[in-house]
C-alpha cells in the first residue's frame, strides 16, 4: 500500500537555525499537509497546499514557517530560525481530495529537537 | 480553542471485552468525523469515519456512533485485542485541515 514517508526521522539543531523537513506524499495525492505535535499535547494543523500554494494555514504557521513543493514528489516544510519551542513531532499527510471523509494518510513523522 | 476533545486520557480494557471511545465536539458545522490510531514512532492511521448526516458506521471489530445533537461520537471495539492498545484520536474535518482531540490510550490486556 502506497505511504506517506518523511526523512529525517530525528532532526537536532541548534537554537537560530534553519531547518527543512522532507515529506514525499502519495504519488496521486493532491494535497498536502503538515501538523505537528508537541510531546504531551494534541496533533496541531500547521498548513494545506494544494495546487502549488497555500489553502490555509494556522496562527502557529507564522513568517519563520514556510512551505514548497519543488518538484512533483517532495513536499517540504522549512523552518527559518528554529526557536526552543520548536521540539516537537511534525507530521506530513497528502489526500487525492478534500471532504467527502477522504482520510489524511499520515507519514511517520520527523522529532525536531532544538538545543 | 478546542474543538475536539476526548476527555479520558487512558483506557484499560481485558481482551475480549468491548472497548468504547468516547469524543466531543462543539462546532456543529463539522461534517465529517474520523478516528485514528496511533502507535509509538509512527504517525497516525486512518480507522474509520463517519458522515454528519449517519448515526452509525461499522467496519469489522471497529464501530463509529454519532449522537449530533449531543455532539459526541464514540469508538466501539469488539472484541477488543492486545494488538488495539495504541492512541486513538478523534479528528473532525474542517474545510481545509482536520481538528484532533488530545488523544485516548487504550491498552488490552491480555
Known amino acids: 500500500e502506497p505511504e506517506v514517508t518523511q526523512t529525517p526521522s530525528h532532526q537536532v539543531t541548534q537554537m537560530g537555525q534553519e531547518v527543512i523537513l522532507r515529506c514525499v506524499p502519495i504519488?496521486?495525492?493532491?494535497?498536502f499537509y503538515w501538523y505537528r505535535q508537541i510531546l504531551g499535547q494534541k496533533v496541531e494543523f500547521l498548513v494545506s497546499?494544494?495546487?502549488?500554494?497555500?489553502?490555509?494555514k494556522s496562527e502557529i504557521f507564522d513568517d519563520q514557517f514556510s512551505v514548497e513543493r519543488p518538484d512533483g514528489s517532495n513536499f517540504t516544510l522549512k523552518i527559518r530560525s528554529t526557536k526552543l519551542e520548536d521540539s516537537a513531532m511534525y507530521f506530513c499527510?497528502?489526500?487525492?481530495?478534500?471532504?467527502?471523509?477522504?482520510?489524511?494518510?499520515f507519514g511517520d513523522g520527523t522529532r525536531l529537537s532544538i538545543l | 480553542d478546542q474543538q475536539v476533545k476526548q476527555n479520558s486520557p487512558s483506557l484499560s480494557v481485558q481482551e475480549g471485552r468491548i472497548s468504547i471511545l468516547n469524543c466531543d465536539y462543539t462546532?456543529?458545522?463539522?461534517?465529517?468525523f474520523l478516528w485514528y490510531k496511533k502507535y509509538p514512532a509512527e504517525g497516525p492511521t486512518f480507522l474509520i469515519s463517519?458522515?454528519?448526516?449517519?448515526d452509525k458506521n461499522e467496519d469489522g471489530r471497529f464501530t463509529v456512533f454519532l449522537n449530533k445533537s449531543a455532539k459526541h461520537l464514540s469508538l466501539h471495539i469488539v472484541p477488543s485485542q492486545p494488538g488495539d492498545s495504541a492512541v486513538y484520536f478523534c479528528?473532525?474535518?474542517?474545510?481545509?485541515?482536520?481538528?484532533f482531540g488530545t488523544g485516548t490510550r487504550l491498552t488490552v490486556i491480555p
Open positions: 462546532n456543529s458545522m463539522f461534517d465529517y
Open positions: 504519488s496521486n495525492h493532491l494535497y
Open positions: 499527510a497528502s489526500t487525492y481530495m478534500t471532504r467527502a471523509g477522504q482520510p489524511q494518510h
Open positions: 463517519i458522515s454528519s448526516i449517519k
Open positions: 497546499f494544494y495546487n502549488n500554494e497555500i489553502s490555509e
Open positions: 479528528a473532525a474535518q474542517g474545510a481545509n485541515n482536520l481538528f
